[in-house]
T-cell receptor
């Protein structure tokens, strides 16, 4: 069983739409959680950390559900520039990080 | 802003060559990592280092070694390059365990 699983998509949504991605993790002892964005042929860039109480950064909202062992990312009012692959990352302990394979998003004009 | 710099964006080498990939970070981070990323497989950890001269194997260390002689620099070495090591190699650093990682631009390595 994979440590982290994501729906690979692709998600194709019109501009202005709201889109949500989920990511499940297998180890209940996981400690910290992150969402990264990766553009084609570029490096992953930290989008936001995910806190237990949920957190928001502009149009982006991240949530953690420890009981069901998943994290989510909600993007409101999608922009063309949001088109990318979104990676969820789970930190088990110390330097043990597990990456999802990514969810592809294309925002269509 | 954290800056992680990898020595080459693109590299082409021949089978059997010894290949060096260099990574430098400017934020005095304790931890540094080397990953490879392949389509459908995501990022896989090759090695990481939590201090100068300290290293630990990741999930796929075979065929690779690393060196960390200075805190800011972490090198990945392909001892004898093979075609199955053609991949995107990503270096990352973090301040300490559990903190988010910051990535370099990546090196696209082709082994012919």
């Amino acid at each position: 069983r994979k440590e982290v699983e994501q729906d690979p998509g692709p998600f194709n949504v019109p501009e202005g739409a709201t889109v949500a991605f989920n990511c499940t993790y297998s180890n209940s002892a996981s400690q910290s959680f992150f969402w990264y964005r990766q553009d084609c042929r570029k490096e992953p860039k930290l989008l936001m950390s995910v806190y237990s109480s949920g957190n928001e950064d502009g149009r982006f909202t991240a949530q953690l559900n420890r009981a069901s062992q998943y994290i989510s990312l909600l993007i409101r009012d999608s922009k063309l520039s949001d088109s990318a692959t979104y990676l969820c990352v789970v930190n088990l302990t110390g330097n043990q990080f597990y990456f999802g394979t990514g969810t592809s998003l294309t925002v269509i004009p | 802003d954290v800056k992680v710099t990898q020595s080459s964006r693109y590299l082409v080498k021949r089978t059997g060559e010894k290949v060096f990939l260099e990574c430098v970070q400017d934020m005095d981070h304790e931890n540094m990592f080397w990953y490879r990323q392949d389509p459908g497989l995501g990022l896989r950890l090759i090695y990481f280092s939590y201090d100068v001269k300290m290293k630990e194997k990741g999930d796929i260390p075979e065929g690779y070694s690393v060196s960390r002689e200075k805190k800011e620099r972490f090198s990945l070495i392909l001892e004898s390059a093979s075609t199955n090591q053609t991949s995107m190699y990503l270096c990352a650093s973090s301040f300490y365990g559990g903190q988010p990682q910051h990535f370099g631009d990546g090196t696209r390595l082709s082994i012919l």
